[in-house]
């Protein structure tokens, strides 16, 4: 019998005695045993604090993110192995692709959120405020890797895609990790992390794994921690109220089961492809992962017309859906994670029928495909009706973990609006019609209530991931019932693990924190011209001070000419009465144009493109007669890695182009980005 392991304090090891055995969902079959008692967890997570922490916080966000993308890349390259443990879980190839790859994704998807971070080990958050009549004395805000350590306990449902979207998002953000997945299915978790800790791509310490119970894992955590918790609410709030997590004021996300809904619009009638989506979207809502999925299905709410349709065209659906071993041809729906699991949803189901009938199913009398339902953790799809939900309140308050769902009458959208709330908060809730004005009144008044909404129509089908799929760019989470919580989230997700500190000073010395050039401070002269400075030897501050140009009459035709733009405040001096301006005013792309001919120096040197602007103002008229001039400074330097052998070794380097008239003042801004060579080519 195989004694799966934690890998704690650099090593792999047991834990004192069995506390859970391991069993094949789909034959009863043990696969093995683990154990987490006798772990010693104030010297794990001081570990991870004192070895994983102190390199990652080092590192760069750049640097971080290419760490990602290289796990992400090593763990696809393994996936074969994943799936094959994964189908022990219950889990159809479907299934598993969500899990699996679904979680690998992540780690890509945040590795390419480098590009919204600085090259620094911390964040610049916002823009400067400043603080003093001259500009001698500014704030602004920085954000940096928290202290601590990340403690992420998991649920069974998603052994992999549960620890990659969590980890995915502290490891950008410079902070280790803890995983406890849950002991039911951690023998995939224990394969993955395995494999992770072989490839060395993530420094010591920064990944830590309890397998068992992991009681008493959030007795030692300090206000630098950040615990994390997914499954049911009843144990996230038991463990939100836990005193270690009120005394050191820890940060704690809780993102809960919660009782989902969707809606089908009332244009959403027979014979529309949406009515069809809509049939199609909620029976796999049902069926996927056999309906464990925090995101699912609970609630289906249908126009009360058209009840009898979509209660006979859901059933149909589901009476040709196989269940069994992943493994026959034509299943399609897999097995619950364990036969506890089954007795749970047996018992909630057995709750909910007391106020509601069963439409579909049977709790008893099911065929399973290619195993035996008796001794698998088998459980048969259940479609409940309930005709009066406003009043046969339990399938509001009951979730039936599994395949199990509930359709309902609703007269109005406001109607089903209010019923979507009656779950007191979901992750999730998706409303399918043809009708962009019932899609507005549904998000717009439903929104309060849950972290995310999906508008299905015929448009997006064909590439809308589904109600149930969290994406890593946005957030997951949902107040009330669903937690209150937030994951992942793009850069927002990565925030949650920064300390956001206020700073304040002179220009010059915000600069050098910063790493960004702030208005006021020194600009020394560039010598040479920046254009003939490579990536690391330009140095944020550092100005090119221009020649001046007298704008003429002239320039502002031949500029109408060559661009098009007659607009009428440019050409006609006749028609500016009512308007602000004083008299024909230059083209604000011109004086942007001219600029570009004051700061360039137009030999071949370092710089090897221009490729965008941001942040364009033009903040005072220019009028014929007017002198510019610019003062051209390096803003802020990224760097970036090369992509093949062959690539030019090249930085992002933001110059700040101010161009200002004879009075000094400023009459346009923008930021410039350029690629710049670096001097090391190898």
């Given at each position: 019998m195989r004694r799966y392991q934690n890998y704690i304090l650099g090593k792999w090891i047991d834990g004192d005695g069995t506390e859970t055995q391991l069993y094949n969902a789909i034959n009863g079959e043990i696969i093995g045993e683990v154990s987490s008692a006798g772990l010693d967890y104030a010297a794990i997570l001081d570990y991870g604090r004192k070895t994983g922490g102190k390199v990652l916080r080092k590192m760069t966000f750049q640097e971080r993110g290419r760490m990602l993308k290289a796990l992400a890349l090593y763990l696809m390259d393994r996936k074969e192995k994943y799936y094959q443990v994964s189908a022990w879980t219950g889990a159809t190839k479907v299934d598993s692709w969500i899990d699996i790859e679904g979680g690998i994704g992540n780690l890509f998807a945040n590795a390419s959120l480098r590009r919204q971070f600085p090259d620094l080990p911390y964040y610049v958050d916002g823009a400067a405020a400043p603080l003093s009549?001259?500009?001698?004395?500014?704030?602004?805000h920085i954000m940096v890797p928290k202290e601590g350590v990340a403690v992420h306990i998991n649920a069974f449902n998603f052994p992999i895609w549960g620890m990659l979207e969590k980890i995915a998002v502290n490891l950008m953000a410079g902070v280790p990790a803890v995983v406890k997945p849950s002991e039911s299915t951690c023998y995939l978790t224990e394969v993955m992390v395995r494999d992770i800790i072989d490839s060395k791509i993530l420094p010591e310490g920064s990944l830590q794994l309890v397998c068992g119970l992991g009681r008493g894992i959030i007795d030692f955590v300090e206000s630098q921690d950040t615990v994390t918790f997914t499954g049911s609410a009843s144990t996230g709030k038991m463990l939100k109220a836990h005193p270690r997590i009120a005394q050191e004021s820890v940060s704690f996300n809780l993102e809960a089961d919660s009782l989902n809904a969707t809606i089908l619009g009332k244009k959403a009638v027979p014979g529309t492809e949406e009515f069809?989506?809509?049939?199609?979207?909620?029976?796999?809502?049902i069926t996927i992962k056999a309906g464990q999925k925090c995101t699912a299905v609970r609630r289906i709410m249908v126009p009360e017309d058209l009840i009898d349709d979509v209660e006979k065209a859901i059933s149909a659906r589901l009476a040709t859906t196989k269940m069994g071993d992943p493994s026959q041809e034509g299943v399609r729906m897999g097995s619950l994670a364990t036969r506890q699991q089954v007795s749970r949803v047996r018992e909630n189901?057995?709750?909910?029928?007391?106020?509601?009938?069963?439409?579909?199913?049977?709790?008893?009398?099911?065929?399973?495909?290619?195993?035996?339902?008796?001794?698998?953790?088998?459980?048969?799809?259940?479609?409940?009706?309930?005709d009066d939900p406003f009043n046969k309140t339990d399938v509001h308050d009951i979730e039936a973990f599994g395949p199990v769902s509930t359709i309902m009458p609703y007269k109005?959208?406001?109607?089903?609006?209010?019923?979507?709330?009656?779950?007191?908060?979901?992750?999730?809730?998706?409303?399918?019609?043809?009708?962009?004005?019932?899609?507005?009144?549904?998000?717009?008044?439903?929104?309060?209530?849950?972290?995310?909404?999906?508008?299905?129509?015929?448009?997006?089908?064909?590439?809308?991931?589904?109600?149930?799929?969290?994406?890593?760019?946005?957030?997951?989470?949902?107040?009330?019932?669903?937690?209150?919580?937030?994951?992942?989230?793009?850069?927002?997700?990565?925030?949650?693990?920064?300390?956001?500190?206020?700073?304040?000073g002179h220009p010059t010395t915000i600069t050098k924190i910063t790493q960004q050039f702030q208005v006021g401070a020194e600009m020394p002269e560039a010598n040479p011209h920046v254009f003939r400075k490579h990536f690391e030897e330009l140095v944020v501050g550092e100005t090119v001070f221009t020649h001046k140009h007298t704008v003429t009459d002239a320039d502002i035709v031949n500029f109408a000419n060559v661009s098009g733009d007659n607009f009428y405040a440019h050409m006609d001096a006749t028609s500016l009465d009512g308007t602000i301006?004083?008299?024909?005013?230059?083209?604000?792309?011109?004086?942007?144009?001219?600029?570009?001919?004051?700061?360039?120096?137009?030999?071949?040197?370092?710089?090897?493109?221009?490729?965008?602007?941001?942040?364009?103002?033009?903040?005072?008229?220019?009028?014929?007669?007017?002198t510019i001039g610019v003062r051209f400074t390096v803003k802020e330097k990224i760097d970036q890695e090369k992509r093949s052998e062959d690539d030019i070794a090249k930085g992002i380097v933001k110059f700040l182009v101010d161009v200002y008239d004879e009075t000094g003042e400023t009459v346009a801004l923008a930021t410039i980005l350029t690629m710049v060579r670096k001097l090391d080519q190898n």
């Open positions: 009549r001259n500009g001698s004395f500014i704030g602004h069809d989506l809509f049939i199609k979207e909620t029976v796999k809502e189901v057995e709750k909910l029928a007391v106020s509601q009938r069963i439409a579909f199913g049977d709790l008893d009398n099911f065929e399973v495909f290619g195993a035996d339902k008796n001794t698998g953790a088998f459980f048969s799809p259940i479609l409940f009706r309930n109005e959208i406001e109607d089903a609006i209010e019923l979507a709330k009656m779950g007191k908060g979901s992750l999730v809730s998706s409303i399918v019609t043809p009708s962009d004005e019932e899609a507005v009144e549904y998000v717009v008044n439903a929104a309060s209530m849950h972290g995310r909404i999906l508008v299905l129509n015929k448009d997006c089908a064909k590439e809308s991931t589904g109600h149930g799929s969290p994406m890593p760019l946005l957030t997951h989470g949902g107040p009330g019932r669903a937690g209150g919580g937030e994951e992942m989230g793009g850069k927002r997700g990565v925030l949650h693990y920064l300390q956001r500190t206020a700073i304040q301006f004083e008299q024909r005013v230059a083209h604000g792309y011109f004086i942007l144009s001219k600029a570009a001919g004051l700061f360039v120096d137009p030999k071949k040197g370092p710089v090897l493109l221009n490729y965008g602007i941001d942040e364009a103002r033009f903040t005072k008229p220019v009028y014929p007669g007017a």
